[in-house]
């Protein structure tokens, strides 16, 4: 299990249509708010899914 915290950067496996893999955590529980860092698009996407798509 990965920890998470608000205000953390990640980085994603997959890039974002923008062409940035790495995400900002705006909010954290069963579900998180990310922010792309490039663009500023916001997702709300569940935690076994960020673990998923987590680059190692």
């Known amino acids: 299990m990965v920890?998470?915290?608000e205000g953390?950067?990640?980085?994603f496996k997959k890039?974002?249509?923008?062409g940035e893999t790495h995400w900002k955590v705006?909010?954290?529980?069963s579900d998180c708010r990310l922010q792309c860092v490039k663009c500023g698009?916001?997702?709300e996407?569940?935690?076994s899914k960020i673990?998923?798509?987590m680059k190692a």
């Open 3 to 5: 920890i998470i915290k």
């Open 8 to 11: 953390e950067t990640i980085e």
């Open 51 to 53: 673990e998923k798509n």
């Open 45 to 47: 996407i569940s935690r």
């Open 26 to 29: 705006l909010r954290v529980g």
């Open 41 to 43: 698009h916001q997702i």
């Open 15 to 18: 890039k974002h249509p923008c």
